[in-house]
Every structure is written in structure tokens, then in C-alpha cells.
């Protein structure tokens, strides 16, 4: 009995029942035992009711100790769900990024020149077209702004505790599903058209602006729960910090509100 109690910890599946199929059949014998009480007025039979009490004890541990077993098979199981919806996770986001890859990202054997971030391997000047305008961002009325993508040298500069184990390709599909809200949120708001809808969420985008923030972009957490498929939990407010130190948005907060302004 002892030796079971002792390896019960390190038993395999078919182990486990076999000392399940064991406690089962010394119930039984219990129970057939105990239907013989009236031996217990014979003074030659005292000794078996307590060797029955014995082993009722003894019984009693061992489901004690296949119960604990039971709750660390069941947690290890939990833990191993939740590590395989985070790997999902890490997928749809690789294979979303892979889709989606923007022009300006850089390739293998391409030089890390990403975005507006300057040429540090570059020695001689720059010739810059002549017809090239000064504000690049001053467009049409009905142009709708994003997010510029992280670059390789801002990830690099953001802080190892602020990083986690957030990659550069993970937090650039985060800032591509930010965009994808902003495009969402504000080609609603240029349509002439809605159907009920769409009306109503024409409304609350209305609803939502301020003075504060008269010819910005932003967007809130419903608009992201809306038009894309991020979660806002605890690793969306770590991605939401790099985007302010990198200063790719501000927050604005009024009315119960949070705005994630773009920069």
C-alpha cells in the first residue's frame, strides 16, 4: 500500500487505471465485509473489522493522493491549452503579416532602408528628385491617413521590458490591423449612402469626436473590436506602449473614452 502511494505521482495513463480498477475492488470487499458486522460480537473475528478499518484508511489516502494527481494532470492540461492558443495566435499573425507585406519592408539581401529612417550606410549625397513635394502627407481632403510601420532601428531602441517577447514582424501586423480600423472607421464617415448599419455607427463615430481632435485620425477600442481581429487585453496595452514611445500615437481621453490619436 505504501509503495503504491509512493509512485502513484510518476504513473502512465494505463497505470492510473489499474489502481483505479484496484481502489474499486477493495470497496467491493469492503462492502461485503461490512455486511458481515454481526462477527463482531465473536471475540475470534474482533481482529478482521479492524483490519477492515485499516484498510478503509488506507483506501482513503490513496484516493487523496490519486485526486492530487488528477488536479496536476488537469492544470498541465489547462496550461498546454493556453499555450496553444497563443502559438495560433503568433500563426495568424505570421501568416497575416506574410499577406500582407508591405512594399517598403525590407527583404532578404535588401539594405535596411525602411520607411522615412535614415541611410547609415550611405557615404555620399542624396539626390532627392527636384518634384518631390515638402509635406508628403498634405493630400486630398478625402485621404485617408495610417500608421507608418515600425522600422528595424526603432524596434531595436524600444526597451527590452517594454518588448517582452513581442517581435518586430508581430508588432508591425499590429500596427497593420490599426490601420485596417482607421481605413474602416473613416470610409464610413466619407460615404454619402448608409443602410441602417452602417448609419448608426456613422453616429458614434460623430459621437466621439471632439474639439480636441478636429482633423486628427483615431480610432477607439470598439472600432477596433469592429474591423479587425485583435484582442484588447494586457498584450494589446503592451503593443499600445511601444507605438507611444516609437510616437506613432498619442492617447486622448474624455467622455469615458479612450482615442488612440495617430501621430
Not at 8 to 23: D, F, K, N, P, R
Not at 169 to 175: F, G, M, P, T
Given at each position: 500500500?505504501?509503495i503504491?502511494s509512493q509512485?502513484?505521482?510518476t504513473?502512465?495513463?494505463?497505470e ?13 470487499a469492503?462492502r ?8 463482531a ?8 473489522l479492524?483490519k477492515?478499518?485499516q484498510?478503509?484508511?488506507?483506501t482513503d ?6 485526486e492530487?494527481?488528477?488536479?496536476r ?5 489547462t ?8 502559438f ?10 506574410k499577406d500582407?507585406?508591405p512594399?517598403h519592408?525590407?527583404?532578404k ?5 525602411i520607411g ?16 518631390q513635394?515638402?509635406?508628403p502627407?498634405k ?8 500608421m507608418p510601420f ?6 531595436e531602441?524600444?526597451p527590452?521590458y517594454?518588448?517582452g ?10 500596427v ?29 463615430f460623430?459621437d ?5 481632435t ?10 477596433i ?9 494586457k498584450?494589446?496595452?503592451?503593443i ?24
Amino acid at each position: 500500500m505504501c509503495i503504491l502511494s509512493q509512485t502513484l505521482g510518476t504513473m502512465s495513463h494505463c497505470e492510473l487505471e489499474a489502481v483505479t480498477q484496484h481502489i474499486n475492488d477493495r470497496i467491493v470487499a469492503i462492502r461485503r465485509v461490512l455486511e458481515l458486522r454481526i462477527i463482531a460480537k465473536d471475540v475470534e473475528k474482533g481482529p478482521i473489522l479492524r483490519k477492515i478499518g485499516q484498510g478503509i484508511v488506507a483506501t482513503d489516502g490513496l484516493l487523496d493522493q490519486f485526486e492530487k494527481c488528477i488536479g496536476r494532470q488537469r492544470d498541465l492540461l489547462t496550461h498546454l491549452k493556453e499555450l496553444e492558443e497563443f502559438f495560433k495566435e503568433d500563426v495568424r499573425n505570421g501568416k497575416h503579416l506574410k499577406d500582407n507585406m508591405p512594399t517598403h519592408m525590407p527583404r532578404k539581401g535588401q539594405p535596411l532602408v525602411i520607411g522615412e529612417a535614415p541611410a547609415l550606410c550611405q557615404t555620399g549625397p542624396v539626390d532627392t528628385p527636384p518634384s518631390q513635394p515638402e509635406n508628403p502627407r498634405k493630400t486630398s481632403k478625402n485621404h485617408i491617413r495610417e500608421m507608418p510601420f515600425i522600422t528595424i532601428t526603432e524596434f531595436e531602441n524600444i526597451p527590452q521590458y517594454m518588448k517582452g517577447r513581442m517581435s518586430f514582424d508581430q508588432l508591425n501586423a499590429a500596427v497593420q490591423s490599426l490601420n485596417s480600423a482607421v481605413t474602416g472607421k473613416y470610409k464610413i464617415l466619407q460615404q454619402k449612402t448608409m443602410n441602417n448599419a452602417t448609419r448608426k455607427l456613422h453616429q458614434r463615430f460623430k459621437d466621439e469626436e471632439t474639439k480636441d481632435t478636429k482633423g486628427q485620425h483615431f480610432v477607439v477600442e470598439a472600432d477596433i473590436k469592429e474591423f479587425t481581429q485583435l484582442k484588447v487585453d494586457k498584450r494589446f496595452q503592451g503593443i499600445l506602449n511601444m507605438l507611444r514611445h516609437c510616437q506613432r500615437l498619442r492617447e486622448l481621453r474624455g467622455g469615458g473614452i479612450t482615442r488612440y490619436v495617430l501621430l
